[in-house]
Nanobody, 120 residues
Framework: QVQVAESGGGLVPAGGSLRLSCAASGRTFSVYYMGWFRQAPGKEREFVAYVSGSGRSTDYADSVKGRFTISRDNAKNTVYLHMSSLKPEDTAVYYC?????????????WGQGTQVTVSS
């Protein structure tokens, strides 16, 4: 089973940019869909973006379309989330997950999360 670990969170002013990274273990990284989710205080965890194993297919939550970009480097077993034009409402713990498909229920391997705080 693949294991994942996020990094790159921090404090950023509104309008700024940040790149999150997620490193995965295992030799079969390229077969997994990789996703980013987030959970703000007092709210449920929500989907942010996913990328297919090949990197050719992606999807985004409406709230981040045009501002966030998900990408992956299968040679490095790493997936990235490039976040720009950040808003205070993007403040959340961001989680990386690996799964066998694009539906939310397919994501079974989760990281511990990384905090992103956007100041107004």
């Amino acid at each position: 089973q693949v294991q994942v670990a996020e990094s790159g969170g921090g404090l950023v002013p509104a309008g700024g940019s940040l790149r999150l990274s997620c490193a995965a273990s295992g030799r079969t990284f390229s077969v997994y869909y990789m996703g980013w989710f987030r959970q703000a205080p007092g709210k449920e965890r929500e989907f942010v973006a996913y990328v297919s194993g090949s990197g050719r297919s992606t999807d985004y939550a409406d709230s981040v379309k045009g501002r966030f970009t998900i990408s992956r480097d299968n040679a490095k077993n790493t997936v990235y989330l490039h976040m720009s034009s950040l808003k205070p409402e993007d403040t959340a713990v961001y989680y990386c997950a690996a799964g066998g498909g694009p539906s939310r229920a397919d994501f079974r391997s989760w990281g511990q999360g990384t905090q992103v705080t956007v100041s107004s």
